[in-house]
């Protein structure tokens, strides 16, 4: 059997900090991307925040909007990174409004009738000083597999601060040993499926 095509992967980081300013969310999407990058998966990075986002639940919200764009690159990719920080116990609205306009992916189907997105794996990084990380994982899971993308086993990574406090992820001097391990265990997993995703994808509905 010949070898499989090389595997792609995005990073839509959901920050609502603009750039330059440092990103404790774009540090862990960036982990996640090298961690995938051993397993020979190329990678690049959306700041979601930086480009004209319209609201809505359409592909293309008309001019100036820049999600056409980027859902390109998502549709391009096999594997989608999607990371968000915590405010308030929940995803960021940069985040909410990303699932928001993925929802059109529900009308978007190929001949067979299986929407553009089957076959593409999803993971989430969550990042906060507060909680949160499990119910925003749980939500990022429910909403991504809705519009059809694949969950890998132990897709999700995240770093919960200390609580009432003022410690982001980019403020520590190293990754803490669980988040490092659950990074690695991620990007096997993803990697893995989105291989045999694409060697084999799923039928058309019955």
């Known amino acids: 059997m010949s070898n499989p095509a090389p595997l792609s992967a995005l990073a839509l980081n959901c920050t609502l900090t603009p750039s330059p300013d440092e990103s404790s969310t774009e540090i862990m999407a960036d982990q996640v991307l090298e961690a995938l990058?051993?397993?020979?998966?190329?990678?690049?990075?959306?700041?979601?925040v930086d480009l004209d986002v319209k609201p809505g639940v359409q592909k293309d919200m008309g001019a100036?909007?820049?999600?056409?764009?980027?859902?390109?690159?998502?549709?391009?990719?096999?594997?989608?990174?999607?990371?968000?920080?915590?405010?308030?116990?929940?995803?960021?609205?940069?985040?909410?409004r990303v699932l928001e306009r993925l929802d059109a992916e529900l009308s978007e189907t190929d001949d067979e009738g299986r929407m553009e997105t089957y076959g593409k794996v999803a993971v989430t990084a969550v990042v906060g000083n507060e909680d949160g990380g499990h119910a925003i994982t749980a939500s990022l899971f429910q909403g991504l597999n809705?519009?059809?993308?694949?969950?890998?086993?132990n897709g999700g990574v995240y770093w919960n601060g200390e609580a009432m406090t003022t410690t982001d992820?980019?403020?520590?001097?190293?990754?803490?040993?669980?988040?490092?391990?659950?990074?690695?265990?991620?990007?096997?997993?993803?990697?893995?499926?989105?291989?045999?995703?694409?060697?084999?994808?799923?039928?058309?509905?019955?």
């Open 37 to 48: 990058g051993k397993h020979g998966v190329t990678g690049q990075s959306v700041r979601v």
């Open 146 to 153: 809705d519009v059809g993308f694949t969950i890998p086993a």
């Open 64 to 96: 100036g909007d820049a999600w056409p764009g980027i859902r390109e690159q998502v549709l391009a990719a096999d594997i989608l990174v999607f990371a968000t920080p915590t405010w308030m116990g929940n995803m960021s609205s940069i985040a909410q």
């Open 169 to 206: 992820y980019k403020d520590l001097d190293e990754t803490p040993a669980a988040v490092a391990s659950t990074l690695q265990k991620l990007a096997t997993n993803a990697a893995h499926l989105a291989t045999l995703l694409k060697q084999q994808g799923f039928p058309p509905p019955a």
